[in-house]
């Protein structure tokens, strides 16, 4: 007996179709127009941000990391619930621009900005969260060219590395943020070139089930920050320690517990009160606020055996969804979970792999798992399918046609 799937519990189930935002699942498919389709409930994004900010200790800001979704709706509500939006590319940093969020409170990470890109963000008064010294140096040129002061923040590549993480962002030799033994030298060419210093941003990774993980890494992330510190031409305004928070894919996942990470933080703000006064503290998100409110859904369009095996041939896959795929980053696929979404219980049972269209083996949604028995027409959804989802997915790949995306 294969272990299970952790309990979702984010949608309910009536009539043995499951709902989202209130609506069937089958009527749904009607709203969406064609299947597949993506869709994201806001109700539940509200419910996650808010049981979240009563884990955390008071006063901590939440960024949304918006590559996580970037679809337009989904940041607009996001940005009515969050203090600040994360952005890694020029695109996202226009959605984020879109928002009624502060430009002061819109921070934009990456490697690889183009001069094009910092000029933007310089002219809307973002924040630029720095690569390398080579961008610092044509930050500074962008800014004197267009008699702005950018405000900068530095990324940090830490000098320490997380023991479990899905994806590591950070220690040893990365191309993401300064090497933290070259952050003293930066420091001081930032006040040379009269750059607006707004503090450090700190990432260490993405996808982590493990309270005890993130609570050391958050352990080392301040006790770096404020080493750093000391160098800073001026006070550090922001602290940006990351995210990471992950949640439950996989067969034997376990749900991250948050009480230890918000008892861990609460311990640690008067202590960065103390060595760094000025510092507001910002967590970023993505994955952790939007991914269990997402379904992916396609249809049915044919049953087949072979060899004894049922395979249910969909017109969704690898195409919209490479995650549950198993080809982003998963070194062993496994199954997202899955089921027949308008047949939840179902009467029979059977063990069945759903497939996509796509002519290569790598198009599989769920490799031999109990399903209700479905048929063409029946809609299998997959869950936990609202975090790089769509758009990190080859939409091109086979020429098939793209997903819907809606918001409920
Ligand atoms: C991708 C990314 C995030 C979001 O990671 P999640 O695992 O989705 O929370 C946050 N910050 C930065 C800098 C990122 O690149």
Redesign the pocket.
């Known amino acids: 007996m294969s272990r299970p799937h952790a309990p979702l519990t984010q949608f309910a189930v009536v009539d043995d179709c499951l709902q989202i935002g209130g609506m069937p699942l089958t009527r749904l498919a009607e709203r969406a127009g064609r299947t597949p389709f993506y869709a994201y409930d806001r109700a539940a994004m509200t419910a996650r941000v808010a049981e979240l900010r009563g884990r955390l200790p008071a006063g901590i800001h939440l960024h949304y990391?918006m590559?996580?979704n970037p679809m337009p709706a989904v940041v607009q509500h996001m940005a009515t619930l969050v203090d600040g939006i994360?952005v890694?590319s020029g695109g996202e940093l226009r959605t984020a621009l879109d928002t009624p969020v502060d430009p002061g409170r819109v921070s934009f990470?990456?490697p690889g900005k183009s001069d094009a890109d910092l000029s933007c963000a310089i002219a809307s008064g973002a924040v630029l969260?720095m690569e390398s010294e080579g961008e610092m140096a044509r930050i500074a040129a962008i800014g004197a060219r267009l008699g702005l002061q950018p405000k900068v923040m530095v990324?940090v590549n830490p000098d320490f590395e997380l023991k479990s993480s899905?994806?590591k962002?950070g220690g040893g030799p990365k191309q993401?943020g300064v090497d933290a033994e070259r952050v003293p030298a930066m420091l001081a060419e930032i006040g040379r070139l009269g750059l607006g210093f707004e503090g450090f941003?700190i990432?260490w990774?993405?996808?982590n089930l493990k309270a005890e993980a993130i609570c050391e890494a958050h352990d080392k992330t301040f006790a770096l920050a404020a080493r750093l510190a000391a160098d800073a031409p001026s006070p550090v305004l922001t602290l940006n320690i990351?995210?990471?928070?992950?949640i439950p894919y996989f067969p034997g996942e376990q749900r991250l517990d948050l009480a230890p990470v918000g008892d861990n933080l609460a311990r640690l703000l008067p202590h960065a009160k103390a060595a760094l006064p000025d510092a507001q503290v910002v967590i970023?998100?993505?994955?952790?606020?939007v991914?269990e409110a997402g379904v992916y859904v396609t249809r049915v369009i044919e049953r087949k055996v072979s060899r004894g095996q049922v395979f249910l041939v969909t017109d969704g896959g690898l195409h919209h969804h490479l995650s549950a795929s198993g080809n982003f980053g998963q070194v062993i696929r496994k199954n997202y979970p899955v089921a027949i979404g308008n047949r939840m219980a179902g009467g029979e049972r059977e063990t069945a792999s759903v497939v996509g269209p796509l002519c290569t083996p790598l198009d599989l949604l769920a490799d031999q798992m109990e399903l209700a028995k479905a048929d063409a027409g029946d809609l299998v959804v997959v869950f936990q399918s609202g975090?790089?989802g769509l758009s990190a997915s080859p939409v091109a790949f086979l020429g098939h046609p793209s997903a819907i995306e809606i918001m409920l």
Not at 242 to 246: A, D, L, P
Not at 284 to 289: C, T
């Open positions: 990391a590559k996580a994360d890694a990470a990456g969260n990324r899905g994806m962002m993401f941003h990432f990774g993405s996808q990351g995210g990471g928070f992950g970023e998100l993505g994955r952790y606020l991914g975090a790089y």
